[in-house]
């Protein structure tokens, strides 16, 4: 297992948070059931960024899903990488289309989809979907299970 990690340059050390998502660095390993149709999902509840005009705090419910071709994506590096938007302003769709651009352009998976339920700005939720293709004949795919926005009712 250890020849699969030799490049990894996050896990296992003391990492800090990069300050932008430019400076994050996301790092992959060996898919060790290349052959097989399954998915990966990757839920991070508590994303923040910021707002570009007024550079107020915004948060989403974030759930990447993909099945991988010869790559997985590491973890550790994920999750810093999406912990380095906390600075970074951005408006919700750029968010999560680019973030979902750059694991596909990492991965090269056979699919990949992002649903980014962001939480209210000005009394208004916004919800950003994106995948790279048609989802794979015979996966079995659960919905991401996030309600849609109700507030206190």
Known sequence: MSHYT?????????????????????????NPQPGETYAVRFTQPEFTSLCPLTGQPDFAHLVIDYVPGEWLVESKSLKLFLGSFRNHGAFHED?????????AQLLDPRWLRIGGYWYPRGGMPIDVFWQTC????????????????????
Do not use: F
């Open 95 to 103: 968010c999560t289309v680019g973030i979902g651009k750059r694991i």
């Open 134 to 153: 048609a989802v794979p004949e015979g996966l079995w795919l659960p919905d991401q299970g996030v309600a849609g926005y109700r507030g206190r009712g």
């Open 6 to 30: 030799d490049a990894l340059t996050q896990l296992g050390a003391s990492t800090p948070l990069p300050q932008s998502p430019e400076e994050a660095v996301l790092e992959r390993v060996p």
